[in-house]
């Protein structure tokens, strides 16, 4: 009779498969899950950051209350000024009446019954995401 105890050779490349097999389908069904899990934080980050700029371009208006100096502040391309790092997508004036809608690129049209100035800004940040906001002046 023979003592066997232990296990052959065999076997423990059998299992050191098994597992690896294991090992990479576990790896591959979970792998860009946890890769990707801080994307919604950055993507947060940012929109946060740009809405910081939205909110400093308002609290100038509150102060100056006046849409030339504005949109002359706000200016056209990429900025890194005061207001925070963006790029200008829209920057003019806008006339809303009864009848229609009309942009006008460079100039304020004449406010009177027919309808009202208003400046439109619209900007982005690098990582695409845009926000409109409306100004008049008070």
Known sequence: MSNKRGFT???IIIV????????????????TSVTESGRPLITLKD???????I????????ANNNLAALRTTVGTGSKNNGYGVYT????GYIKFNTTNYNEEA?????TGNDGMDVLKISIKDASGLILTDFFVER
């Open 9 to 11: 050779l065999i076997e």
């Open 16 to 31: 050191l498969v098994v597992f690896a097999i294991l090992a990479t389908m576990v790896v591959s069904y979970t792998g």
């Open 47 to 53: 929109d946060m950051a740009l809405q910081g700029v």
């Open 55 to 62: 909110e400093n371009i308002c609290a100038a208006m509150d």
């Open 88 to 91: 200008v997508i829209h920057n």
């Open 106 to 110: 460079d100039t304020a049209g004449s």
